[in-house]
């Protein structure tokens, strides 16, 4: 499945939806839970920073991340 999906959530306080790629809402999903945080304060936390729109900086999210996690092993 390539296609987006289209989830609402309440961030904030405030009702808003996010359209990822299944493959975005999947790995958002494990890094939050490798993380021990729910996914709710996650997108608080993005919702605070981010400069675009929230899908966006959501993916921004998911990427930093999974760099992040290629730059410990490729050093360990």
Not at 29 to 39: K, M, Q
Not at 47 to 54: E, Q, S, T, V, Y
Not at 70 to 76: D, K
Request: net charge positive; aromatic share 6%.
């Amino acid at each position: 499945m390539t296609g987006l999906s289209k989830v609402s959530v309440t961030v904030g306080g405030h009702r808003t939806s996010l359209s990822l790629e299944p493959a975005f809402w999947r790995a958002f999903a494990e890094l939050c839970r490798a993380e021990g945080r729910s996914r709710a304060a996650v997108l608080a936390e993005i919702d605070g920073a981010r400069r675009g729109n929230l899908s966006s900086a959501v993916r921004l999210w998911v990427l930093e991340r999974l760099r992040r996690g290629a730059r410990l092993s490729a050093a360990g």
